[in-house]
């Protein structure tokens, strides 16, 4: 089965057959149109969780998908479920997450709420090195310009950061 990039132009082989729940519609529309971002009356976000269920099962079979995505797209509905996917692929005991660390990295520097509450999660969990500093830096730089949000995803920054701190001076 072959699972395109973006542009559609170069194939790469996946194990994962391409998720569709309706072939009449590019997989990536019908991606970005089923997730549904925080609104003034709800703070979190909905996803497909047949989707979402689909990539959990496959756990380490789905990495390489994941990675081609997040590497790949600048959508942010896309980009919010794929770590939303990525979060609940880490919770059901999915080896190797932390090897994607170098693609999650390109989004360091985002200013979506939605992606850094997703993001910081991912690193509290991982607990990759490396990812410290960009979750000071995030801290730092939403208490310089916040951004409008429903929600506070500094709670979700200082979190992680506490995590990595008390990790650090155990025992």
Same mark, same amino acid.
């Given at each position: ?90 919770? $059901? ?26 993001? &910081? ?9 490396? &990812? ?9 730089? $939403? ?10 995803? $500094?709670?979700?920054?200082?979190? &992680?950061?506490? &995590? ?8």
């Amino acid at each position: 089965m072959y699972i395109y990039n973006i542009d559609q132009t170069k194939p790469y082989y996946s194990q994962i057959p391409m998720y569709c729940s309706n072939t009449n519609q590019n997989p990536r529309q019908v991606s970005s149109n089923r997730v549904q971002m925080p609104t003034p009356q709800r703070n979190y976000c909905l996803f497909d969780q047949n989707k979402v269920d689909f990539f959990v099962k496959r756990k380490e079979l789905a990495i390489p998908y994941l990675s081609g995505l997040l590497a790949r797209s600048n959508d942010e509905r896309e980009i919010t479920e794929s770590l939303y996917i990525v979060d609940r692929m880490i919770d $059901n005991g999915t080896k190797g997450v932390d090897k994607m660390y170098p693609v999650l990295s390109r989004l360091n520097m985002t200013n979506s709420p939605n992606i850094q509450t997703f993001l &910081a999660g991912i690193y509290r969990k991982i607990q990759v090195p490396d &990812a410290f500093g960009p979750l000071v830096a995030m801290l730092i730089r $939403n208490s310089i310009t916040p951004q409008p949000s429903c929600f506070d995803p $500094n709670e979700e920054i200082g979190g &992680a950061i506490l &995590a990595y701190l008390s990790d650090r001076f155990k025992g």
